[in-house]
Every structure is written in C-alpha cells, then in structure tokens.
C-alpha cells in the first residue's frame, strides 16, 4: 500500500527496479570459456568433477578463485530510484 503521491503499485515498481539493476549489474561479469582445466591454473589442485561441470570453462579450483575476488563486500540496501533524499535533490 502507497501512501502520500505515490501512485498504486510504487512499491512493487521500486523492488522490481532494484532486481533489474542487480541483474544488469551480475550480467556485466565475465563468464570463464573454453574447457575447464582438470586442475588449477594457480596451485595445481585437481579441480572437482562438480565444479567443472556446474561452470565451464572454469580455470581456478574455490581457493584460488576466492582469492582473487577478494573479501566479499556487502553492498548498501538503498534504493536510490525510490528514496525520498534523492527526489529532493
């Protein structure tokens, strides 16, 4: 339920706004191709089977691949589109 200006559904639009953003956002990554190694291009280690199966191509075994994404970052719960601050701007 909107309330104030808000038109019917406002809500429903924010948080299909913020999915669609977070969809383009993850599509923008770069997916591994070609043949995915039996073992780790960095360490050596045998990559498992289920691994290799559930993204092609991979090139990393976890450990590696986790070291080089770096720490995970939470990213902020705002959504700027339908904050009150960024309409008053």
Known sequence: MAGGWAKDGAVSEQIEASISDELARLKTRRAPVGESLRHCADC?????????????????????????????????????R????????
């Open 44 to 80: 050596e280690e045998e990559i498992p089977e289920a691994r290799r199966q559930a993204i092609p191509g991979v090139k990393l075994c976890i450990d590696c691949q986790q070291d080089r994404d770096g720490p995970l970052r939470a990213r902020g719960g705002i959504n700027r």
């Open 82 to 89: 339908g904050s009150k601050d960024s309409q008053l701007k």
